[in-house]
C-alpha cells in the first residue's frame, strides 16, 4: 500500500548515492520526496525533471535539506 502521509513526502532532499549504474542522476541533484510505496522506494521529482525512485535496501542514499 502507498503511504501518502509519510512524514518525509513533501521534503528536499539531495542525492548522495545512486546505485542506478544506467542513471544519469550525480550526487548533489536535488528533488521533492513524492511518495513511499509499500517496498520502500522513495519516488522523488527531482528538480531536473526525472522521476528516479531511490531504492535504500539498495544502498541508495539521500540528504533532507
Not at 513526502?9 to 548533489?28: A, F, Q, S, W
Request: net charge negative; glycine share 10%.
Amino acid at each position: 500500500m502507498i503511504d501518502k502521509k509519510h512524514p518525509l513526502i513533501g521534503k528536499r532532499v539531495r542525492l548522495t548515492r545512486c546505485t542506478d549504474t544506467y542513471t544519469k542522476m550525480r550526487p548533489g541533484a536535488l528533488g521533492t520526496i513524492d511518495l513511499i510505496d509499500d517496498v520502500g522506494t522513495v519516488h522523488v521529482q527531482w528538480d531536473n525533471g526525472s522521476t528516479l525512485g531511490l531504492v535504500p535496501e539498495a544502498g541508495d542514499t539521500f540528504d533532507i535539506v
